[in-house]
């Protein structure tokens, strides 16, 4: 299976034809979609004039595309870098923090709960308003745009209890439960949408919620 670079490569390679650069570019996406892959397509078809089933799109266009989502993937390699040598240096010294159920580079980070509402500004400047606010004390805002008006799922059938119970440090109200299969033992990392714009806001940003599906 091709990594990112090698497709990133493809998109640039002016020996391909132009539907095999813009497949290349949206397999890019198998591997680094911040919004999720619809939205992180749509929202680069957006910002650099490419029609979303154009198969012959402007090869211009298309590695202009690449080289925005090449910007945010360099931001968010280098938080997840810094993070992991923070936690071992952590580990080593016997403080432990919650694990949080985000799977890697590949997963939507702030994913988009509909595709076609996204923040404003280039996916790089968005991850580093994200990364900041994660490397800073937990907020009460969306970390992406400052709205207030965030709206947290309503806590599945038979669960009771809401922000007020935790089960351990660092979990955050009912809708940041613990969960089974190969994250068992971790938090949920989808928090609230919010409203501005449109993220699903990751709960290692904010602090603890006032009552599970609150607004």
Not at 67 to 93: C, D, I, P, S, T
Request: charged share 25%; glycine share 14%.
């Amino acid at each position: 299976m091709a990594g990112f670079r090698s497709l990133a490569y493809q998109v640039r390679d002016a020996r391909n034809d132009r539907a095999l650069r813009r497949h290349s570019l949206r397999r890019c996406l198998e591997r680094f979609a911040p919004y999720g892959h619809r939205a992180t397509w749509w929202h680069l078809c957006d910002r650099h004039g490419i029609a979303p089933e154009d198969r012959g799109a402007d090869p211009l266009r298309l590695v202009a595309a690449l080289e925005e989502l090449e910007e945010a993937r360099a931001v968010w390699l280098e938080y997840e870098r810094q993070f992991a040598e923070r936690r071992r240096r952590e580990k080593h010294h016997g403080l432990r923090r919650p694990e949080w159920a985000w799977g890697g580079s590949g997963d939507a980070v702030v994913r988009c709960a509909d595709p076609g509402v996204r923040p404003e500004g280039a996916l790089g400047e968005v991850l580093r308003r994200l990364v900041k606010a994660l490397e800073s004390a937990p907020g009460t805002v969306c970390p992406v745009c400052g709205d207030r008006e965030l709206h947290w799922p309503a806590p599945p059938a038979g669960q009771r209890g809401g922000a007020g119970q935790r089960g351990g440090a660092g979990q955050r109200g009912g809708a940041g439960r613990q969960l089974a299969g190969p994250w068992e033992g971790a938090w949920a990392w989808d928090g609230p949408l919010c409203t501005g714009c449109g993220i699903v806001v990751p709960r290692p940003a904010l602090v603890d919620t006032p009552s599970a599906g609150a607004a």
